[in-house]
């Protein structure tokens, strides 16, 4: 297994209004298409996936919202991508081997971009972000 494509091809940040009271950030990563595709590599064309994915951080209520669109390329065997893509066709699930690792990395990627765009436009961070507390001697 080798994720060998990473891209953003969405990316859209807005604030509805100014924050009043409790904000809840929620954060939402969904699958939304399996493609088969080929890779060209020198003279060979070996099968890989393409994970269609879409990446939503809400602020509730109504406050602002980050929605992140790309893709992932997914290098394997052409027997596992068969069963990867009959997998999904059949029900809509994926391996749970396969499942982890595409959605750490899409997580690692989009929660830093979420993170940088929610600052340009005055937004809290869509994840906790480490803070120190000052301890009296």
Same mark, same amino acid.
Do not use: R
């Given at each position: 297994? @080798?994720? *060998?494509?990473?891209?953003?091809?969405?990316?859209? /940040?807005?604030?509805?209004?100014?924050?009043?009271? $409790?904000?809840?950030? #929620?954060?939402?990563?969904?699958?939304?298409? *399996?493609? =088969? @595709?080929? %890779? #060209? /590599?020198?003279?060979?064309?070996?099968? /890989?996936?393409?994970? *269609?994915? =879409?990446?939503?951080? #809400?602020?509730?209520?109504?406050?602002? +919202? *980050?929605?992140?669109?790309?893709? %992932? @390329?997914?290098?394997?065997?052409?027997?596992?991508? &068969?069963?990867?893509? =009959? +997998?999904? +066709?059949?029900?809509?699930?994926?391996?749970?081997?396969?499942?982890?690792? !595409?959605?750490?990395? !899409?997580?690692?990627?989009?929660?830093?971009?979420?993170? !940088?765009? #929610?600052? =340009? /436009?005055?937004?809290?961070?869509? !994840?906790? %972000?480490? +803070? %120190? $507390?000052?301890?009296? &001697?």
């Amino acid at each position: 297994m @080798t994720i *060998v494509g990473f891209g953003f091809n969405k990316i859209e /940040v807005e604030k509805i209004e100014g924050a009043k009271g $409790k904000i809840n950030i #929620s954060n939402n990563v969904s699958i939304k298409e *399996v493609k =088969e @595709t080929t %890779l #060209s /590599v020198g003279k060979d064309k070996p099968p /890989v996936l393409k994970f *269609v994915f =879409e990446f939503l951080s #809400s602020y509730e209520p109504k406050v602002g +919202k *980050v929605l992140l669109g790309g893709d %992932l @390329t997914y290098m394997e065997e052409g027997a596992k991508i &068969k069963e990867i893509q =009959e +997998k999904w +066709k059949k029900d809509k699930k994926l391996p749970a081997d396969i499942m982890s690792p !595409i959605l750490n990395t !899409i997580l690692a990627k989009a929660n830093i971009l979420a993170l !940088i765009l #929610s600052q =340009e /436009v005055n937004l809290p961070p869509p !994840i906790p %972000l480490p +803070k %120190l $507390k000052a301890q009296e &001697k």
